[in-house]
């Protein structure tokens, strides 16, 4: 994306149809260090790669709890992350207090998509730079969704966002079939592995990455350090055995590649589409 | 320079109008509730008075409606409270029906509400001048619980409002049980019906009970009730007290 003069405002049409301030948004989100969601059919789990401004400080949280039966997982400005956060427990919590019942987490996500929506046409206001994957649970079981400083929200059965979540997305697209009926720990297995992806080569290590489950009959709530570890020595320790593996996923990549709408085409690198129009 | 003239509680025309604007006293009531659980869901009845003070000016008025898919309410008290809560409860569904994704409130939920509106008002000094009985049955489980105008509000086995409090409920504590069949939970809502209409005087022999269970809810055609009135003390009431009438 070249600067031009239809960047601006939030508020000003390009003449092909596009608001590039809303693009530049989600651009930021692209800059943040990845955040990963997956889902079966009773859990969601969430895992972020932690990044820390320097070796002094600690690192940045980016996976939030927003009720029992809720999380977010942020890439992006994390500031804007964390309002938004405090929004979304505030409309939790309204709704529990009033009905004694858990907000379903599709409705969530419409408050939500429809908060971004108005930064989107507000002359003084400035689209969230930040993407938000919230796992929850409604009536119908776990879902997925990813939420967009667009003001659009997809549901998802797995999605990465963030620097490097190329990676993890081509990891998800070869797995995801198989998601729906997954244990609780082969999920939690995926997501790290998923993690795995985006760091390119840099061993992996329980203190690099968070992850945070939530189930069905199981509140949200973070991994510690030695139960992430464990899953990680289970495959560090067998290099071949990920090699075999891989041989057999590529089979289903092609059938992964086919799938359509879900994945969205986050098309990397294709400029002429707006990415907000998936 | 201007001053005011100071009037004698000159604030009685503001507050005479705030006044105006508050329930103060009830004007057409219904009367009692009785619901219980049974096997299948709950079951609930009312008679179809509506009192104007003493007088039983109206004898059509449906005390139970369905709420949504799961709910049933029904109210005693003031009657144009009650429509005004089905108003609330009609947009309150209309704009859970629009999300039109899957989830939908459930009795619980509504009786929630219910309680948040119904404590809110009160604490308003403007209440909605109703008790409030709220039963329903969501993925196959029952629900019965109460609100009153101040807010109290609990779930339980069975429930009654007004003169049910002391009529109904004494027989449904001992003669209730779990899993009672249809036919034995209207036989025991009768009964408590019966001995409701003989000594409550805003009580009509009009009556309807309605069935919520998993399918939905069906209100009865109004019936009414067979009475005995040829009690031998009947035939010379002031025998034993001579001088009244």
């Known amino acids: 994306m070249f600067r031009n003069q239809y960047d601006t405002d939030v508020t000003t049409w390009s003449p092909t149809g596009r608001l590039f301030q809303v693009e530049y948004a989600m651009e930021a989100v692209k800059q943040g260090s990845a955040a990963i969601g997956l889902r079966s059919r009773s859990h969601v789990v969430l895992a972020c790669v932690n990044k820390a401004q320097s070796e002094l400080s600690s690192h940045q949280r980016k996976i939030f709890k927003v009720d029992d039966h809720i999380g977010v997982a942020i890439a992006g400005l994390t500031a804007d992350g964390r309002v938004l956060s405090r929004y979304m427990r505030s ?3 309204n709704h529990s207090f009033t009905y004694e019942s858990p907000l379903p987490v599709g409705r969530l996500v419409v408050h939500l998509a429809d908060k971004a929506q108005v930064c989107t046409q507000r002359s003084w206001k400035r689209p969230y730079g930040v993407g938000l ?15 967009c400083p667009s003001g659009n929200y997809f549901e998802y059965q797995a999605f990465a966002i963030g620097s490097r979540s190329q990676a993890a997305k081509t990891y998800l697209e070869r797995r995801f079939e198989s998601f729906g009926d997954s244990s609780r720990e082969d999920l939690i297995k995926d997501a790290i592995l998923a993690v795995r992806e985006t760091l390119q080569g840099e061993t992996l290590k329980s203190s690099l990455c968070t992850v945070a489950i939530l189930g069905v009959d199981e509140p949200f709530h973070f991994l510690d350090q030695e139960a ?25 990549a ?3 590649a086919a799938a359509p709408a879900e994945q969205g085409g986050a098309g990397a690198g294709d400029q002429d589409v707006a990415p907000m129009e998936m | ?28 009531t219904g009367t009692s509730i009785v619901a219980i659980k049974y096997k299948d869901g709950v079951l609930m009845a009312s008679d179809m008075g509506g009192s104007y003070g003493s007088t039983l000016r109206y004898k059509n008025i449906e005390r139970m409606k369905a709420i949504g898919k799961h709910s049933l309410l029904g109210a005693s008290g003031e009657i144009s409270d009650f429509q005004e809560i089905l108003r609330y409860l009609d947009e309150l569904t209309l704009n859970d029906n629009m999300w039109d994704d899957g989830n939908s409130l459930g009795p619980k939920e509504i009786h929630n ?13 403007n209440p909605l001048w109703n008790t ?4 329903g049955v969501k993925n196959g489980k029952s629900y019965l619980g109460m609100v009153s105008m101040i807010g109290v509000s609990f779930e339980d086995d069975h429930v009654a409002t ?7 409920r004494p027989i449904l504590r001992d003669e209730w049980h779990a899993d009672l069949s249809f036919e034995d939970g209207v036989k025991l809502l009768e009964k408590c019906m019966r001995v409701l209409l003989y000594r409550d005087r805003s009580a009509i022999n009009k009556l309807q009970i309605a069935k919520i269970t998993e399918e939905g809810v069906t209100v009865s055609q109004p019936y009414s009730l067979k009475t005995f009135w040829e009690f031998s003390s009947f035939h010379n009431p002031t025998a034993s007290a001579e001088g009244s009438w």
């Open chain 2, 1 to 28: 320079m201007t001053f005011t003239i100071p009037i004698e509680n000159g604030d009685a025309v503001k507050i005479a109008e705030a006044e105006s604007q508050r329930t103060l006293y009830p004007y057409v």
């Open chain 2, 113 to 125: 509400y219910l309680t948040r509106v119904m404590y809110n008002r009160r604490n308003k000094f």
């Open chain 1, 133 to 147: 994957l919230v796992g929850g649970l409604d009536e119908s079981g776990a879902h997925l969704y990813y939420n």
């Open chain 2, 162 to 168: 007004g003169f049910g409090n002391h009529l109904a």
């Open chain 1, 91 to 93: 409309e939790s919590i």
């Open chain 1, 228 to 252: 992430i570890q464990k899953v990680i020595d289970t495959f560090e320790k067998v290099p071949e055995e990920e090699e075999g593996e891989d041989e057999a996923g590529e089979g289903e």
């Open chain 1, 254 to 256: 092609e059938a992964a």
């Open chain 2, 132 to 135: 409030l009985v709220l039963g």
